[in-house]
């Protein structure tokens, strides 16, 4: 029998590494940690001109960075002309024609149009929703002055600046520091979240009307029986109403799911870290890591089938497709 070659472990020695580490920095040298300024607005790092960039801005120029290399690996790895794809571009070709398919499902001969938007929309907040999980992502950054936070003072561990307790509670210390991080997981900032909320509602009405023509805002002003059948008439017009709120109530829908999920997430990851900061908040990692994911499927999964439901004709009715 031949032996069998030994496996690689040194990611095993690299994961115990970090374990010990760990343990020394917190529990040996004994580094002060505290509860992070937990704060809804995205704070400005610094300027351009008068243009504040704030550090969630900066986590969306590296999410596009990320979403653009993705793309140009996967066009390159076709290019090259290998039958099967291996790597990133296997795992975006597997999960492109997953998509494709449930696209096709709720679409139907519209799903070569809505697609794009699926795509686009999940892989975009799929990586902005994961960047919380990367290393040194909201815990590091600027050190300013915080009246809020007087029993925290200025320290140091070796060349690096830290912040320290400095007076017990109910003591006051009449000022203090608190951290601004230079990356900020973009999906907290509500900003980011209404945005690409307002874009999937313009695109569904974009997609109602080239499909059933002026026909579309039937459904929103329905008083084609309101003489002839009074009582039905009412009730049609009353439902043509509360479309009109259904389509505003969508834009409030799709921003806040996705902000408050990844803001609470985000927050959980600091009180956890703060208070176990060796072993326990991995677990809540592997807990985002899926949250994170099934946030941006829903979110492309929504988008996608109000998309489709706008095509459809409302109440039965038929519509002939609107020419270009």
């Known amino acids: 029998m031949t032996e069998k070659p030994k496996q690689k472990v040194w990611g095993r020695w690299v994961v115990l590494a970090a374990v010990l580490v760990g343990i020394y920095l917190f529990y040996v040298a004994k580094i002060p940690v505290i509860m992070p300024e937990v704060l809804l607005p995205a704070e400005e790092v610094f300027s351009i001109g008068g243009f504040p960039i704030t550090n969630t801005l900066i986590a969306l120029f590296f999410v596009d960075v990320i979403v653009f290399l993705i793309a140009l690996s996967v066009k390159n790895a076709v290019a090259s002309g290998k039958q099967i794809l291996t790597g ?112 999937v509602v313009v695109m569904i009405q974009y997609y109602g009307i080239k499909s059933q023509g002026m026909a579309y805002f039937g459904k929103f002003w329905n008083t084609g029986t309101v003489f002839s059948k009074p009582i039905f008439g009412v009730i049609d017009f009353g439902v043509g109403l509360l479309e009109v709120v259904s389509e505003f109530s969508k834009v409030l829908s799709f921003a806040f799911r996705l902000f408050g999920n990844i803001f609470a997430g985000s927050v959980l990851l600091f009180v956890i870290g703060s208070l176990v900061p060796v072993f326990a908040q991995s677990i809540f990692y592997l807990l985002e890591f899926f949250v994170g994911a099934i946030q941006a499927f829903v979110f492309g999964l929504l988008a996608t089938t109000f998309m489709a439901q706008a095509t459809q004709g409302h109440g039965g009715e038929h519509h002939e497709e609107a020419h270009a």
Not at 95 to 120: H, I, Q, S
Not at 121 to 135: D, F, G, Q, S, T
Not at 163 to 189: C, M, Q
């Open 88 to 199: 990133i571009a296997g795992a975006v070709e597997a999960l492109v024609d997953m998509l494709y398919g449930m696209t096709e499902g709720t679409a139907g001969k519209w799903a070569k149009a809505v697609f794009p938007w699926f795509v686009t929309i999940m892989l975009l907040v799929l990586v902005a929703n994961w960047m919380e999980l990367l290393p040194g992502i909201e815990t590091i950054g600027l050190i300013h002055e915080s009246p809020e936070h007087g029993e925290y003072a200025l320290g140091h561990f070796g060349p690096f600046t830290t912040i320290e307790k400095v007076a017990e509670e109910g003591e006051g210390h009449g000022g203090g520091y608190a951290l601004i991080p230079y990356v900020r997981v973009v999906s907290s900032d509500l900003n980011f979240t209404l945005a690409i909320a307002l874009v």
